[in-house]
């Protein structure tokens, strides 16, 4: 029976994975080599996603914004560590140095792990079970020999993991190197002090905004089951054309030197809102890839030069890894650490490890994580048992041959999934998933919601294991959470026409048969099963 649980970082799937160790009874002890709690989020300097799709089963204060900046999701984290008192199961300034089998691991499962404390000696502990919480931020990938010269350069050069703000550009002329969200921002925030900042792009990027139509945040708007449904239903080209023409009208990409090779929803997209004006505005200028490096001076593949450069910034992402783990505990699945559900290692005799934050989609990290850690200390305490291990091992391959064919992956970039459907296939191993026939019979306004509003963590609270009796009403009423921040003026408010109700009422009526439809094709004994067990009830 798994009692003591090692959790190893205090960042957001840290604490996560504390509070469902200790909703199931068991102790954790988390160990943070930093001074603080927060993980990445003690150094960011960026707005992040939107708040309604981080809301787990603890609210955020009512006068925090939309986009959050870093010090108040840092604050959010404080606040939820110490409600649901973790602190105290905090180890600070604790380095983990080795994670291993006991030598009774096969009778027992049992991992001994050593650390190293803040005034460097070294302790060793037994723990009936380890959760990883490191995720994939922690070891900067600077590579330099992929730029010949950059001995020469006679300016300052860093990775953004070591950006901490504008200062040191007032008045310099800067190269950002890599286009993913942190180039964008650093690019974005540098153009406000610096003489001029060049943006290298080896690919490209779609930019997609933060504020979507009517001015809501994208993921309320977009990241909803209906939408879900009708990417099951149409095919992929569909959605590729669409977006990218929704895009391009906003501002065409080719003009803005922006458009890259893939299509729109092969990659997760760059979210910023400032991008374009800054190119638009001459303060950002997109270059392509840096050829090579000449004093100060920079060449680009095209044959283009800037010189004069002050500071080349390596937005050049990360490599992961688990240095503290046995290499027979970690399974290689071509590009990507294997793990099953991107959670388990395959190949231990025991389901004592686990990994929970070590994903990447285009949602909410910590509303997957709270869902991995959930699934995690079930299987912990023997409530959900794992496939074998041949069977883990034959479904992290087909994984990895789908995340290939559908995104594009490197070495860096291995970890992509669809945020609902990861979600929802979690959801159903612990027994949480909302059944949308089921609310469409019995709690038709929850379905309205559910269906068509954003899929946020109050869905996997409605029902099983961990039912959150606030979950409703909190669904009920996110929108309202969304608008309240931004009520710092009444204006006068128009009334709804009557042709808009009646597109409302249209959509949801297709809503409902393309739920029904999408059931009937995967799930073809559902429905008749379902109406034969239907009575009065409320959910």
Same mark, same amino acid.
């Given at each position: ?174 190269? #950002?190197?890599?286009? +993913?969200?942190?180039? $964008? ?5 540098? %153009?406000? !002090?610096?003489?001029?900042? @060049? ?113 080349? #910034?390596?937005?050049? +992402?990360?490599?992961? $890894? ?5 290499? %027979?505990? !970690?399974?290689?699945?071509? @590009? ?113 919601? #559910? ?89």
């Amino acid at each position: 029976m798994v009692h003591k649980v090692a959790v190893i970082g205090a960042g957001l799937s840290g604490l996560t994975s504390m509070k469902a160790c200790l909703e199931e009874g068991m102790v954790p002890t988390c160990f943070e080599s930093s001074d603080d709690i927060g993980g990445l989020w003690k150094f960011k300097e960026v707005s992040e996603p939107n708040r309604a799709s981080i809301y787990l089963d603890f609210p955020i204060p009512a006068d925090y914004p939309n986009y959050m900046h870093h010090s108040k999701i840092l604050k959010y984290f404080r606040m939820y560590a110490e409600h649901f008192k973790l602190l105290q199961h905090i180890r600070l300034q604790t380095l983990v140095k080795s994670v291993r089998q006991t030598p009774d691991f096969s009778r027992t499962g049992q991992w001994e792990v050593v650390t190293e404390n803040r005034d460097g000696q070294e302790e060793r502990h037994v723990f009936d079970a380890v959760i990883c919480c490191t995720g994939h931020f922690n070891y900067p990938n600077l590579p330099l020999k992929d730029f010949p010269g950059i001995d020469t350069f006679e300016g300052k050069y860093f990775h953004s993991w070591d950006y901490k703000g504008p200062e040191d550009m007032y008045g310099k002329r800067v190269v #950002v190197i890599g286009i +993913g969200n942190s180039g $964008g921002d650093i690019a974005v925030e540098g %153009s406000r !002090v610096a003489e001029q900042v @060049y943006l290298s792009t080896r690919r490209g990027a779609w930019v997609i905004r933060q504020v979507s139509d009517n001015g809501l945040p994208v993921d309320i708007k977009y990241k909803t089951r209906f939408i879900y449904i009708l990417f099951q239903l149409l095919p992929m080209r569909f959605f590729n054309w669409f977006g990218e023409k929704k895009l391009n009208a906003m501002y065409d990409h080719t003009m803005y030197a922006l458009k890259p090779k893939h299509r729109l929803f092969s990659q997760i997209p760059v979210i910023n809102d400032d991008l374009p004006f800054k190119i638009l505005s001459g303060a950002v200028i997109v270059k392509s890839n840096v050829k090579e490096i000449q004093g100060s001076t920079v060449v680009f593949d095209d044959g283009s030069v800037v010189e004069k450069v002050d500071i080349i #910034v390596f937005a050049t +992402g990360y490599n992961y $890894g688990f240095p503290y783990l046995p290499s %027979s505990a !970690v399974y290689k699945s071509g @590009y990507r650490v294997g793990l099953y559900k991107h959670v388990f290692p395959p190949n231990l005799e025991h389901p004592t490890l686990a990994v929970v934050g070590f994903i990447h989609a285009l949602g909410a990290i910590l509303t997957q994580a709270e869902m991995q850690a959930r699934w995690v200390v079930r299987v912990f305490r023997g409530y959900k048992k794992l496939p074998s291990n041949q069977a883990m091992i034959k479904a992290i391959e087909n994984d990895t041959k789908s995340i290939d064919k559908n995104y594009i992956v490197s070495k860096l970039t291995p970890l992509q999934v669809d945020f609902v459907s990861y979600m929802d296939d979690l959801a159903g191993e612990i027994g949480v998933r909302p059944c949308l026939l089921w609310l469409f019979f019995t709690d038709y306004p929850l379905f309205k919601r #559910v269906f068509w509003g954003p899929v946020t963590a109050y869905q996997y609270r409605l029902m099983g294991p961990g039912k959150w009796e606030g979950a409703r009403s909190a669904i009920f009423t996110q929108f309202d959470r969304m608008y309240q921040p931004l009520k710092t003026r009444q204006p006068a408010e128009q009334e709804t026409s009557v042709a808009t109700g009646l597109i409302k009422l249209s959509l949801t009526i297709m809503a409902g048969g393309a739920a029904v439809y999408y059931v009937r094709v995967h799930h073809p004994t559902a429905i008749p099963s379902l109406l034969s067990k239907i009575h009065p009830q409320t959910v």
